[in-house]
């Protein structure tokens, strides 16, 4: 089940698969990923002095296509409890922390890693599973946590955008995070932006933007293409010396003798006699009374 050099994996076909209890093994990673398609390796790299894994593995699947439907049903699925990160392994090595983390706060009790992943990353590409903080004893959340993005395009979208907002029936706040080990200094700053606007590997990270603002774009009516006809343009006038064409007449047509003309059919009923022609034995019609 171990899987051979790095360089003959097919690293298109390859998952990174993250965030793994210490419980999750290479058998377990096998049974839930051949669910998604045909897994030809799994690894997971182990500490050479406890022999245990550090948390994360890779998944070779026998085809790209498989990989990607893998990512898109088994993301932020729990295993023994924690939400795993699924992406491609290309991508995880390409991704940089450039300091765009946010904190969100006032969070509902209800609201886990897996309904802030969904959330959020329609803004960009989140490096880790969202950190909601939670009490070491019950579990519960402590209603804030923790989200960071590979660029600030997509940070200050998730700003603009969701700070204020109800999720699950509370108005959430969305800033930038505090530095660690710094006197109240927030992320975002001016320095950090620079050091990541010089980084070409953050480039690749945009956030998807279905959301911005764009131009209404102008909605032609249906029946436009009906009355867009050509302008009538007269034509010139003859120039001198020039005799114009005598105009055409109707076409002639052969003489052709009219149908003969027949007798109408009779009628169906015969019309009624005049009084006249009355029989002497018919009674005249009895008067009509005056009102």
Known sequence: MASGPIAERNQDATIYVGGLDEKVTETLLWELFVQAGPVVNVHQPKDR????HQGYGFVEFLGEEDADYAIKIMNMIKLYGKPIRV??????????????????????????????????????????????????????????AFINFASFEASDA????????????????????FKK??????????????????????????????FADAPVPQM??????????????????????????????????PNIPPPPLQAPPPPLHPPP???????ASFPPPPPQPYF
Not at 124 to 144: A, C, W, Y
Not at 229 to 253: D, L, T, Y
């Open 220 to 253: 032609i009516p249906m029946n436009h293409h009906m009355n867009m006809m050509p302008p009538f343009v007269p034509p010139p006038p003859p120039s001198a010396g020039h005799i114009p064409n005598p105009p055409m007449g109707p076409p002639a047509f």
């Open 87 to 144: 992406n491609k392994a290309s991508a995880h090595q390409k991704n940089l922390d450039v300091g765009a983390n946010i904190f969100i706060g006032n969070l509902d009790p209800e609201v886990d890693e897996k309904l802030l992943y969904d959330t959020f990353s329609a803004f960009g590409v989140i490096l880790q599973t969202p950190k909601i903080m939670r009490d070491p004893e019950t579990g519960n959340s402590k209603g804030f």
């Open 181 to 210: 080990d710094s006197k109240g200094e927030r992320h975002g700053s001016a320095a950090e932006r620079l050091l990541a606007a010089q980084n070409p590997l953050s480039h690749s990270d945009r956030p998807h933007q279905l």
């Open 158 to 177: 998730a700003m603009d955008a969701m700070n204020g907002q109800y999720l699950c029936n509370r108005p959430i706040s969305v800033s930038y995070a």
């Open 273 to 279: 006699l005049p009084p006249s022609s009355w029989p």
């Open 49 to 52: 002095v406890t022999q245990m």
